[in-house]
């Protein structure tokens, strides 16, 4: 009696059980869908893909789209692929993320453990940054890029993305070290540590999670870019997204679409990497910084 | 001058003044213990001590050097913080000689330091382990090595006994005493426990509402309160205060209490003690338990006990006393009675009132009469 009650439990369980799976499955199917197909369509050669059947596998496996992607397709009026795009964008990435991660911890510090008379109003200015559209600042930055000689450069846009990145940053930091008890800073005022010691030593230490966070989160914003890419990049400084841009949308020859699925995948890559290199470590940190308290 | 001298120091912030006029004046080696309830200033005055905060008007100094103006590093002080603010990166090792390190001190003579210390707090086995790893006493003791490594003038206290249990705070109490008496060094010591505040200092200053109340050895405090502040912090369970009718008869001051009864309790003083202008008047008569006993439990020595039959509300037995409550001039009075005296609830019981103890206060300025 009882054990036939128990089976029925089960019995009642797995059916709903496998209701939810067929369900996260589907999800996941639809989700998965559009990788699929920029996957196989750039593994095929163009004729496949003209002939119709997006979704089904090569007939002929061939890498030649990614090689052409990568090195001598069309972009613009020179054939260079996007190679030294990619470079131009991680040269931008590299800098803008580290410093503005390096400046939002020093700000958290200063907001949290050096308060001022009109900190609190220069955090909500700072806070005001981030949330001010992008378009509305186009016209007089690039007043400004010309003014002091950037317009056009890698260090031009490295500037305006550390410009729009230090408010999230020090946003981060900040409410991370909210939480940093401040005794311990005092502790180590009166061991003898300065200014820089102190946020060497003992604040930069403890704050691995944030910055993981911190670095995510810029690494991806700027990677991904592409308005401020566009409006104050020229020709040789292009990043990765402005470039498969005008790849796919150039307007001479046929449309390669298997190079162009091969480039996009091409420009999402470094942002899927650091995700899977540091994705748990953004769940703890955001967990830790914003959450908490 | 003394060795360290807190001169007519305030501090505001804004409008609000958190500490008032405050002198306190203190020789090397003394045990000084800032008490009071929180927000009475007493945390802030230490950390203005220390450097923490600065100071609004007047002046602290240390070995009569003037600290206006000199960073917390430099004043030669250390200081042990309630949670302890061991650096949560560095092992136990690195945080005792952090300060050390700052300091310029080289690594020889760093490791020479840092050993003596361990052995002194026995936590030589917990050098390589992280703060976190430790339990709360240990903590408490590395926090301690950290300060005492350093061998400063003045070494402050903030409260560290407040995040222990009961048990482990009673013992490293005793240690405190222990190592003060020991290194005879200068400790300054915040705490809002007057049973800590008694047992460790050399000197206490009472503190309420950014005033020092009283400064003074723990007997004078606690015999001698200055006010009614003063009289019902100090002192577990606290003293007893209800008011009482002065009458001066031959140059003898007596103090007329009504008791449950509705008959009046007289109380005479050992002399008349500066009675008479508040002859006639009520004032507020203030006698810690042990001076209301048992008769068999009375003070010997005492030349001025005096019996008297009161009714026993509530008995509660401590184990090593039991209190005894009745009422005196409309006030709940505690008496603290040998624990096997036969004595119950309903009873009318002789009450033994040890008048050399009593104190008087004005109901009106709360100030000591007497």
Known sequence: ?293 | MGFLDIKNATKSYGAVKVLHETDISIEEGEFLVLVGPSGCGKSTLLNMIAGLEEITTGDIAIKGQSMAGVRPADRNIAMVFQSYALYPNMNVGQNIVFGLEMHGVPKPERDTAMNKVADLLQIKHLLDRKPGQLSGGQRQRVAMGRALVRDPDVFLFDEPLSNLDAKLRVDMRTEIKKLHQKLKTTIVYVTHDQIEALTLSTRIAVMFGGHVQQLGTPKEVYDNPANMFVAGFMGSPSMNLFPARIAVENGKAVAKAKLADGQDATLPFPDARGFERHDGREIVLGLRPEAITDRDGADRNSQSVHVIEAHVDITEPAGSDTFVGTQMGGKEVTGRFRADVDVHPGQTFPFAINMEKAVAFDPETEKRVS
């Open chain 1, 1 to 293: 009696m009882s054990s036939n009650a128990t089976a029925t439990v089960v019995r009642t369980g797995a059916g709903s059980r496998f209701v939810i799976y067929t369900l996260l499955a589907l999800f996941c199917l639809y989700y998965l869908l559009p990788l699929y197909v920029m996957v196989v369509n750039s593994l095929k050669p163009l004729s496949e893909i003209q002939a119709g059947g997006m979704m089904s596998l090569p007939d002929v496996w061939t890498i030649a789209p990614w090689a052409s992607a990568w090195s001598t397709a069309q972009i613009g009026v020179e054939a260079t692929g996007l190679r030294p795009f990619f470079w131009n964008s991680i040269v931008m990435v590299v800098p803008a993320v580290a410093i503005s991660t390096v400046l939002g911890a020093l700000n958290g510090y200063v907001l949290t453990k050096w308060r001022f008379r009109g900190d609190t109003i220069i955090f909500g200015l700072l806070l005001f940054g981030c949330f001010i559209p992008f378009q509305m600042v186009l016209i007089p930055m690039a007043r400004m890029l010309g003014i002091v000689g950037l317009a056009g450069t890698v260090p031009g846009l490295v500037f305006v993305h550390l410009v729009y990145g230090i408010g999230f940053s020090t946003l981060y930091f900040r409410n991370y070290y909210q939480q940093f008890p401040t005794e311990l800073v005092r502790a180590a005022m009166i061991d003898g540590a300065g200014f820089f010691t102190i946020f060497r030593r003992i604040m930069l230490p403890s704050s691995g999670p944030i910055a993981v966070v911190c670095v995510i989160w810029q690494f991806t914003n700027i990677w991904n870019d592409f308005l401020f890419g566009a409006s104050f990049s020229d020709f040789d400084s292009q990043p990765m997204t402005v470039a498969l841009n005008n790849l796919v949308q150039s307007s001479t020859g046929v449309k390669e679409y298997n190079v162009h699925f091969a480039g996009a995948i091409m420009a999402a890559l470094p942002t899927l990497l650091v995700y899977i290199v540091a994705g748990r470590y953004f769940v703890r940190g955001l967990m830790a910084g914003s959450v908490k308290g």
